[in-house]
């Protein structure tokens, strides 16, 4: 679908959300003509969409100097599609697209009626905890997205108790946040949860002092009982929340998009179960199934994901215990596959060195998913897999950018939310590209 063509439909979606504004049309607790799914948080009412818009991965155009801008024409359709179609919880950070992200989705989300969606935005304050430096922040958040009061704020990516104590306690923020939720200019105050089942159990014995509105963890059919090595088992951490009756948010239902672009054999799996849906909807089905999930984010960059994801959710039809087996047992399978497990969320970047390590990835893992890992040289297909290899490795990744500029430095590492050894897997792969290059 070409920009005109998008635009030209989401106009129209647009047009008719503006004449049914007064029967709802996404406005949160309102009765809507959509089909979307909805959530209620039991302490507010809010009716929230289960369907969220997480606003990571907004849409770019390349300038002629080669460097790529967000493209606000086209968030501004994708916004008003989405609110159209009763998508009303919009999830967004300082840090993501180089610190723009609040102040694009602030100006697409501001030509219309405040009551209409839920904003939620996170203390992002990695760089520098400093109280001086965190507050700043908190005052930017509410400046760029041109709100007087925040939805659903977040501690961003805490892993355990002494994270909350280094970036939040000590320098007097959570206190404040505290005193603001009170005044009303956060309605919710909860964290987003990068770490282990010790580091969680830490932060949960918490709730009776902070009293967390919310959690947003990682949850998907691979992580709900076959997590990353650092990663704790999603099904753990929801029934802990579920038993403390805290809602909870879903990030990474499609695990940086590996679920939506399975293997074969296991796009093949699901096809042969329901040849009618698309890969990404049954990671979505299982995502959204437990009752205590709020809403589950995707961040939808183009129209087709947008619409894809709305047929899903509109409405959502639950997986039975049989599905939600055999979607398990489908991530078992998934194991097998050597893929490394980033989710290209770009919290390793920038690299000092330039090195573009989740572009590195998703092309390593594309090619795992694709059979086009040359590994032994008397094999029929070698000469094919290693030229596809090569060939769509030097269109993905700039010359800049590659796996050799990699020197080990090892500061990707501690960012990383995945726990991935970075500077190994990315030594493993360009020693990988040298014997391919070296072979032909």
Request: hydrophobic fraction near 35%; charged fraction near 25%; charge should be neutral.
């Amino acid at each position: 679908m070409d920009r005109r063509q998008f635009l030209k439909i989401t106009g129209l979606s647009a047009a008719a959300c503006g004449v049914g504004m007064m029967g709802g049309c996404g406005n949160p607790g309102k009765e809507t003509e959509v089909q979307m799914t909805y959530r209620t948080h039991p302490e507010s009412g809010d009716k929230v969409s289960l369907l969220g818009y997480g606003c990571m991965r907004w849409p770019a155009v390349k300038n002629e100097d080669g460097t790529e801008t967000v493209d606000q024409e086209m968030v501004n359709a994708l916004v008003d599609h989405a609110l159209a179609n009763g998508v009303n919880y919009f999830d967004a950070a300082p840090m993501y697209h180089d610190g723009e992200c609040e102040r694009i989705t602030g100006e697409a989300l501001s030509r219309h009626p405040r009551e209409s969606y839920f904003i939620a935005t996170k203390l992002s304050n990695f760089k520098d905890a400093s109280a001086e430096a965190s507050m700043q922040m908190y005052r930017k958040s509410f400046e760029d997205l041109r709100t007087d009061y925040i939805d659903y704020y977040l501690l961003h990516s805490v892993k355990d108790a002494e994270t909350l104590q280094k970036r939040f306690i000590d320098n007097g923020m959570l206190d404040f946040l505290l005193e603001e939720r009170k005044a009303g200019r956060i309605r919710h105050l909860g964290f987003s949860f990068h770490g282990n089942q010790k580091g969680f159990d830490q932060l949960l014995a918490l709730h009776e002092k902070y009293h967390w509105d919310f959690v947003q963890i990682q949850l998907n059919y691979s992580d709900w009982t076959h997590p990353g090595r650092r990663n704790s088992q999603a099904q753990y951490l929801y029934g802990e929340l579920e038993k403390a009756d805290i809602p909870v948010i879903v990030m990474e239902p499609l695990l940086g998009g590996r679920l939506a672009n399975p293997p074969k054999n296991i796009a093949d799996r699901l096809k042969e179960k329901d040849p009618t849906k698309s890969m990404a909807s049954w990671a979505f089905r299982f995502a959204g199934t437990p009752p205590k999930i709020l809403t589950v984010l995707s961040g939808m960059t183009y129209m087709e994901h947008l619409q894809d994801n709305l047929n899903t959710f509109s409405p959502l039809k639950a997986m039975t215990e049989a599905e939600m087996a055999f979607m398990d047992d489908t991530a078992a399978l998934m194991e097998k596959y050597p893929v490394i497990k980033c989710t290209r969320c770009q919290y390793c970047m920038p690299c000092p060195y330039g090195v573009d390590i989740p572009g590195i990835f998703t092309h390593y893992n594309k090619c795992v998913n694709e059979g086009f890992i040359a590994e032994n040289t008397r094999s029929t297909d070698y000469r094919k897999a290693r030229r596809a290899y090569l060939v769509s490795y030097d269109r993905t990744v700039g010359k800049l950018s590659q796996a050799d500029r990699c020197i080990g430095c090892n500061k990707c590492v501690r960012k990383c939310p995945q726990g991935i050894s970075i500077p190994y897997e990315i030594r493993k792969i360009d020693r990988y590209i040298e014997e391919l290059r070296r072979k032909g």
